[in-house]
């Protein structure tokens, strides 16, 4: 059985930094699943912010230079640094779970995580 469980979230001001955290268990990095952070704002869609399995790694534009997802395969965890954050990042941040190539698409991974709110205050 799959379990995610986000960690991390919180208020900060404008130009902070958070490090949010996705602990896995029943998913084994090695065998292929790759990890997915996604957001969604109130009154918006849940969208993309950046995947990552093996050494392949993406980022939605809107996140490069300033997010860094990363992985701890002895935890079996997965973190999204968070730099620079601004007012408009404010959003729940989930994470989720696949098995199979890293993909965008909130809908083309299985596992879901309860969610973390992350607010930016400005």
């Known amino acids: 059985q799959v379990q995610l469980v986000e960690s991390g979230g919180g208020l900060v001001q404008a130009g902070g930094s958070l490090r949010l955290s996705c602990a896995a268990s029943g998913v084994f990095f090695s065998s292929g699943y790759a990890m997915g952070w996604f957001r969604q704002a109130p009154g918006k869609e849940r969208e993309f912010v950046a995947c990552?399995?093996?050494?392949?790694?993406s980022y939605a534009d809107f996140v490069k230079g300033r997010f860094t997802i990363s992985r701890e395969n002895a935890k079996n965890t997965v973190y999204l640094q968070m730099n620079n954050l601004k007012p408009e990042d404010t959003a729940v941040y989930y994470c989720?779970?696949?098995?199979?190539?890293?993909?965008?698409?909130?809908?083309?991974?299985?596992?879901w995580g309860q969610g973390t709110q992350v607010t930016v205050s400005s």
């Open positions: 989720a779970a696949r098995l199979g190539p890293t993909r965008i698409g909130p809908d083309e991974y299985n596992y």
């Open positions: 990552i399995r093996g050494s392949g790694i």
